[in-house]
């Protein structure tokens, strides 16, 4: 959370600060500020979105070559003008942006108030700024960058920073520990940030830096080094990623763009991976542990938010494909419970940013306690990608919108081809069903273009009917109880409307209660060996009036005559059905928000990228 640029060169810093800050807003929408060198130090900063700090400095006619900017996700102190980074140093010589948490800082700030230090913000931040301008100013001999050092060395916690100091006109001091940050290198420009993103149009040269790493950034230079002053020598890697990618190509938002996206990052995520005229999977990144992966005693998948959803699809994929145990755990608990946890045992991380603090914690851990650890991340360059023992990248290009839809069927696709692969080589599945499900999953793509070009009017239509809905309850069986979850975290996200998702069978010890002629009940009946079950559940429903909208498969007529609203969907095999079935609750929840009138891309109070514990 929170996302931080940073520019040095011939350009104007104000203008390429507030088009990176705009691209990293998926981080944190509280607030946006900048600082400017110019002879001075010029702060514009205030509560709100990038727009309004764009006007400030427009209307302030803030001019330099260098500076640094920050989007912010409060965690310390409301998100107003005061707290909104940058924060300065008491004599205003120092200005630092800072994307983390500093736990100790409480114990900091009184040390530095009983020294004489005024503060004017609550943040862990402004400790930072002051912290340094009194080491830098009191110790003797020491320079700037040994000030950071020894600065940091005093701080519990995590950060991607970014310093200017008046002194120092034409540098640009950065740091990361456990928050994400690089370092694009331009000709005689020098860019920083959080992610890639505000950098491609300008260079694709990068160069990512590691936790315990600061640098020293010019112009014309930039020199690495450890924050114990080891100088470190760093590749420098060619990004990827096009400008096309990260644009709306005119759609109204992001989400929209990426939900119809998805036959082609789908395709996208399988190329050159499943061949279908050889029968076979080959997934490169983790060749070399193939075998640990088949001898796997099991497997512990750790992710969070919508990354958690397609886990669980995962753990369904592997026992049924592969017969190999799977637990799925929340990143966040899994760390602090003394995991069981070791040798012989496959930790799976899913994380699209790749970022994610609790699932970085966890990856960590199981890698201590000498579980083989692989990565199913979307961002190529990552630190969970990075972390890994090995991997397999989702390709399903940048995703912008805060609400995950591309990157779960992508996750969940990539899930499929391991399991898929695993069960091939243990033998659990024979090369006749194989063939099935490897010829099944090549059709997958045709089919959610198909859901998108065939229900998208109707789905919409639909939204308008439910868009002041209170509640809603999410229900399905097997492969479809985690998309049940993921309907319903969607529908929250972006609309903010109460919604729950539940194995069906399970309505009945609870969630029943609820159900009165006010609530609509989504149904994904889409699950051919739970169809019966399904519709037992369905007839439950009625019974209390609930008002029954289905996702189906086209030729499931029971349940069309049961439903109030239904979407018929093309069929596919029971395992790959979540990658369908989650299309029309995507576009559900899309047109709900926007008719509620909410921020599709941006809702309130969340972060894309959550790199704080
Ligand atoms: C945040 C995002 C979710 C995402 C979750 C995990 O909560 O808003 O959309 O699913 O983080 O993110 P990750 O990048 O690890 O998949």
């Known amino acids: 959370m929170c996302g931080i640029v940073g520019y040095v060169g011939d350009r104007e810093a104000g203008e390429v600060l507030v088009k990176g800050l705009k691209r990293l807003e998926y981080r944190g929408y509280d607030s946006a500020g900048v600082a400017i060198m110019n002879g001075r130090m010029s702060i514009q900063k205030g509560k709100g979105k990038v727009v309004n700090l764009e006007k400030g400095i427009f209307a302030n006619g803030l001019k330099g070559h260098i500076g640094i900017g920050h989007t912010r996700w409060a965690t310390h102190g409301e998100p107003n003008d005061v ?101 694009g290198v331009g000709e005689n420009e020098m860019f920083i940030a959080s992610d890639a993103s505000p950098i491609v149009e300008y260079t694709n040269k990068v160069v990512y830096l590691d936790d315990g790493e600061m640098a020293v950034v010019d112009k014309y230079s930039y020199e690495v080094k450890t924050i114990d002053d080891i100088a470190l020598t760093k590749e420098v890697h060619e990004l990827a990623i096009s400008i096309d990618a990260i644009e709306k190509a005119g759609y109204p938002h992001f989400m929209l763009k990426e939900i119809f996206e998805q036959p082609r990052s789908i395709a996208d995520c399988m190329r050159g991976r499943v061949n279908v005229k050889e029968n076979t999977i080959q997934l ?35 026992e049924h494909l592969a017969k190999t145990p799977v637990e799925v755990e929340y990143a966040s608990e899994f760390r602090y419970r003394d995991p069981l946890i070791g040798e012989g045992d496959v930790m799976l991380v899913i994380s699209q940013s790749g970022e994610t603090a609790d699932t970085l914690a966890a990856l960590r851990e199981a890698k201590k306690r000498g579980a083989k650890v692989l990565g199913i991340c979307n961002v190529v360059g990552s630190t969970i990608s990075r972390e890994t023992d090995a991997g397999v990248f ?76 209170p509640n809603f309850l999410y229900l399905g069986r097997s492969y479809n109880f985690p998309v049940a979850l993921e309907g319903a975290l969607k529908l929250k996200e972006i609309s903010y409307i109460h919604a729950e998702g539940y194995p069906a069978a399970e309505m009945k010890h609870g969630p029943i209660a609820l159900i009165d002629e006010m609530m609509p009940v989504v149904v994904i009946a889409a699950t051919d060996h739970t169809n019966d079950k399904m519709i ?66 941006q809702p309130r109070n969340l972060a894309k990228s959550v790199t704080v514990e």
Not at 129 to 149: G, M, N, R
Not at 300 to 307: D, E, L, M, N, P
Request: proline share 3%.
């Open 284 to 318: 490169g990144g983790i060749a070399d542990v193939m075998e640990e992966l088949v001898n796997a005693k099991r497997i512990v998948i750790a992710a969070c938010g919508t990354s958690w959803h397609s886990g669980l699809v995962g753990e369904y994929l592997f």
């Open 83 to 183: 707290n909104s980074h940058p924060h300065m140093s008491q004599s205003g010589n120092i200005a630092v942006v800072h994307n983390g948490i500093i736990e100790n800082y409480t114990s900091l700030k009184k040390k530095l108030i009983e020294r004489g230090r005024t503060f004017s913000s609550q943040t862990d931040t402004e400790i930072i700024a002051q912290l340094l301008e009194e080491i830098y100013t009191t110790s003797k001999d020491v320079t700037f960058e040994q000030a950071i050092q020894l600065t940091l060395k005093q701080i519990v916690g995590t950060y991607g920073l970014a310093i200017v100091n008046i002194e120092f006109p034409d540098k640009i001091f950065i740091a990361r520990k456990g928050s994400p940050l690089l370092l």
């Open 536 to 601: 037992s559940n369905i007839e439950e429903v009625r019974a209390r009036k609930g008002r029954i909208i289905s996702i189906m498969n086209s030729e499931n007529s029971d349940v069309k005559d049961l439903s109030e609203f239904s979407i018929s969907i093309p069929s596919t095999v029971d395992c790959f059905s979540p990658l369908l079935t989650v299309i029309p609750l995507q576009l559900l929840s899309y047109y709900i928000a926007v008719n509620r009138g909410c921020n599709v891309d």
């Open 394 to 469: 989702t390709h399903a290009g940048p995703e912008i919108g805060v609400a995950s839809t591309k990157a779960f069927t992508a996750q969940v696709v990539v899930l499929t081809m391991m399991a898929l692969a695993t069960g091939m080589k243990k033998g659990t599945i024979s090369k006749k069903e194989a063939a099935r499900y490897i010829k099944e999953l090549s059709l997958i793509p045709d089919k959610v273009d198909q859901i998108l070009k065939e229900c998208d009017e109707n789905i919409k239509k639909m939204a308008s009917l439910f868009t002041y809905a």
